[in-house]
């Protein structure tokens, strides 16, 4: 049976490079079926605890577990069941839409694999514009196609990082209606974001990360921008951060 995973566990992760404290004591746990916030200013470590999630960084101490299974157990086939998208959007801008997807199924060992290529430009609006090279693509273009290509693989964890920069409002409202249906399908997203406008009724949890701690942003009446303010002032007022 293919490896699988429905609860994503971070327990007291800390991260650092040298003597700069990256994320201190950060304890997290999200569940499939969920749309979680990354919120926080920038240097606040958001990156970092992302990077920890999809393996490619390792804890100085603390501990993820995906399921009851650590990074290191799962190897090749925890990694597989991850899907991410940074800054770095990982299309080759030389080829069309088509050759990018296709590149990536192959590398994943997709059976199938012209047909899912097909369901992802599907997905991104982008059928009309499959033999297009992606150069001539416009940001929001690139970063639906980008999207598709971290989801051919069905991933469960999927992984975003500000993933509505440079969006206009359709775009932004396309990824949003993305991120719902995958949701509904069982995934579990974790998204760092400083769109709190777009945020706002997408996300089931939100905490916001200060100085490498996270701190949970309360449930409340107020809008999101208003209640990450105000758990910006309190951490501010108290002088350190906590833990969600």
Excluded: W
């Excluded at 995973?5 to 003597?19: A, I, K, M, N, P």
């Excluded at 469960?156 to 920069?165: H, I, V």
């Amino acid at each position: 049976m293919p490896f699988d995973f429905e609860t994503l566990t971070v327990r007291d992760v800390s991260r650092h490079f040298g003597r700069r404290r990256a994320l201190s004591r950060v304890s997290l746990t999200c569940r499939a079926g969920q749309i979680v916030g990354l919120l926080g200013p920038n240097g606040a470590g958001k990156s970092t605890l992302l990077g920890i999630l999809s393996t490619l960084l390792v804890p100085s101490s603390g501990d993820v577990r995906y399921g009851d299974t650590t990074p290191q157990d799962g190897g090749a086939a925890l990694r597989g069941r991850i899907g991410v998208l940074g800054h770095d959007l990982y299309l080759y801008p030389e080829l069309t839409a088509r050759e990018n997807l296709s590149f990536f199924a192959r590398l994943y060992g997709l059976p199938a694999a012209s047909a899912r290529v097909e369901q992802a430009l599907a997905a991104a609006n982008l059928s009309d514009r499959g033999d297009d090279v992606v150069s001539g693509f416009s940001r929001g273009m690139r970063q639906r196609l980008a999207l598709e290509r971290a989801l051919l693989h069905g991933p469960r964890l999927l992984l975003l990082d500000e993933p509505f920069t440079g969006l206009d409002d359709a775009s932004g409202q396309v990824l949003v209606s993305r991120l719902v249906s995958l949701k509904s399908a069982g995934a579990i997203v974790v998204a760092a974001t400083h769109d709190l406008d777009l945020a706002e009724g997408l996300l089931d949890r939100a905490a916001v990360l200060r100085d490498g701690r996270l701190l949970a942003v309360e449930d409340g009446s107020s809008s999101l921008r208003e209640r990450y303010r105000q758990t910006l002032d309190a951490a501010r007022a108290g002088g350190n951060g906590g833990r969600s």
